[in-house]
């Protein structure tokens, strides 16, 4: 069992940064792999980025990619998703989650994934 609590959402202004911070409690966060998702009002949660558990293999949704950055500490068992440039389609909650692994990949589906955080609210100003 691991549990989960992200932070750092809030109100950013379109074309700013904001970073989210996932961290987790429980079994060792190394044998996890780890993902971002979000969920817009009205919208399926949709994948967002995820990386293996030794950090070195990630993947993004085609609309994040080379504007957010997923990165973890498993000293301090914590993934981060690090949210550049960003534009009036990135508002939702965006949730973390964990699922085991025995092997270093990573998973982009959310039917995968065991554990959820409860999610952090990201609103974008114009």
């Known amino acids: 069992q691991v549990q989960l609590v992200e932070s750092g959402g809030g109100l950013v202004q379109a074309g700013g940064s904001l970073r989210l911070s996932c961290a987790a409690s429980?079994?060792?966060?190394?044998?996890?792999?780890m993902g971002w998702f979000r969920q817009a009002p009205g919208k399926e949660r949709e994948f967002v980025a995820t990386?293996?558990?030794?950090?070195?293999?990630?993947y993004y949704a085609d609309s994040v990619k080379g504007r957010f950055t997923i990165s973890r500490d498993n000293a301090k068992s914590t993934v981060y998703l690090q949210m550049n440039s960003v534009n009036p389609e990135d508002p939702a909650v965006y949730y973390c989650?964990?699922?085991?692994?025995?092997?270093?990949?990573?998973?982009?589906?959310?039917?995968?994934?065991?554990?959820w955080g409860q999610g952090t609210q990201v609103t974008v100003s114009s």
């Open positions: 429980g079994r060792p966060f190394s044998s996890y792999a």
């Open positions: 990386i293996s558990w030794s950090g070195t293999y990630t």
């Open positions: 989650a964990a699922v085991r692994t025995q092997s270093d990949i990573y998973y982009s589906h959310s039917k995968l994934y065991n554990y």
